[in-house]
């Protein structure tokens, strides 16, 4: 097959089909909460999501309704009919169900002919390199993700832990075996309209190894855009389909009911791919947790939101001010939990809950941006 000279990329957020979703996938068939979506994610080539949550066989997820990402494995046809070639599944809710519901999922995927990255039953399983074609052209996907109770290990199933230096040499070996690098990193805190200071600059140093396109997710709302020596950046695509509008966890959050399509044009002209990018503002509905093409003066308000945020990666007094700020917030609640551990349950499970804090890297990144003031 001839390599064609431009490929068109879409990619989008977080996909769950969990929680209330699952009502109306149950009303209304698997397709429903991609109909309006469809025409704008069939005009790129490829299409890349993240699909956050896990499958069962009908009549376990009927028994395991009480675990909210537990979703029947019927309903998860929606996204072989919404065009989407390839998944990552590094993320914090794949293993929710344990080894089967990764099981599960995995083969459903391999039936739909849906690719899928980041998560398997060993650590070298999760951390295997996706090479994916796409009109001739040999697209390298690699997923981690930084919830290290979910981590996998030599002999045990899970998602590909985040190890910043072990991306960056996967990276620097699929540069030899692929067109092009796209790195999928699932992390951070949740609710933050800034990347972290630490993760915007390692994420820079991965575009600066290799990776043509570092797409990030988990906190739940968009974050900014760039480009960085050639390659882009997405810090947080946010949600995509999600039940926020109904989650007492999310609802009062700002920003869990925005997303974006992010279109990515690639051209091959060269020694290096030429990357850019527009987006397709979109709502996700309060009522059936789909997203929604923003039209008019909405359209336009969430550009201009977008464009604010992109401006913001620029200064890194604004971004250390507001990793403060949310390291600050994540540190005083996790001390009064310890405290009410402690209160309600004994000394002991207080120090437990507060070495817990200590001992997991994903905790370990916002308690340096809380101990230096947002500078790490």
């Known amino acids: 097959m001839s ?24 009303e209304r068939g698997p397709d ?18 993240n699909f956050e949550c896990t499958l069962l066989p009908p009549e376990q997820a009927a028994a395991q309704q009480h675990i909210e990402m537990a979703v029947a494995r019927p309903h998860g046809v929606g996204f072989k009919n919404a065009g989407f070639e390839v998944v990552t599944i590094a993320n914090n809710h794949v293993m929710d169900c344990g080894v089967e519901g990764l099981d599960t999922l995995r083969s459903f995927l391999d039936e739909q002919e849906i690719a899928h990255f980041g998560a398997g039953r060993t650590r070298a399983d999760a951390e295997t390199t996706l ?23 030599p002999d045990s199933p899970g998602i590909a832990p985040l190890d910043w230096s072990g991306l960056g040499r996967r990276v620097r070996e699929a540069r030899t075996k ?17 990347p972290s200071t630490g993760r915007v600059r390692r994420s820079r140093w991965l575009a600066e190894q290799g990776a043509h396109l570092v797409i990030e997710h988990h906190p739940h709302v968009f974050q900014g855009i760039e480009t960085h020596k050639g ?76 464009e604010t945020l992109c401006d913001d990666l620029a200064r890194p007094g604004v971004l250390r001010q507001a990793w403060r700020r949310r390291a600050n917030r994540e540190l005083k609640t996790q001390l009064k939990a310890a405290y009410y551990a402690w209160r309600k349950e004994g000394f002991a499970q207080g120090v437990r809950d507060l070495w817990d ?18 500078w790490r």
């Open 3 to 26: 390599k064609v000279d431009q490929l068109s990329i879409a990619l989008v957020g977080d996909i769950s089909l969990g929680g209330d979703t699952r009502r109306l996938l149950a």
């Open 32 to 49: 429903y909460w991609h109909e309006d979506v469809r025409a704008e994610l069939a005009t790129c080539d490829l299409r890349i999501g």
């Open 131 to 153: 090479y994916h074609e796409c009109g001739g052209r040999t697209i390298a996907l690699l997923g981690v993700c930084d919830a290290a109770y979910h981590f996998a290990g």
């Open 178 to 194: 692929s067109d092009l690098i796209i790195a999928h990193v699932h992390a951070d805190l949740e609710f933050t309209a800034h």
């Open 231 to 306: 390659s882009l950046i997405a810090y947080s695509l946010g949600n995509f389909v999600f039940d926020a509008a109904h989650s007492e966890y999310m609802r009062d959050h700002a920003g869990v009911m925005d997303t974006h399509i992010l279109k990515v044009n690639v051209t091959f002209d060269g020694a290096v791919p030429r990357v850019a990018w527009e987006a397709v503002p979109c709502a996700i509905s309060p009522t059936d947790y789909r997203p929604i093409v923003a039209t008019g003066a909405d359209r336009e308000a969430r550009l201009a939101r977008l």
């Open 357 to 374: 804090l200590v001992k997991r890297p994903d905790h370990r990144a916002w308690l340096k941006g809380a101990l230096t003031l947002g």
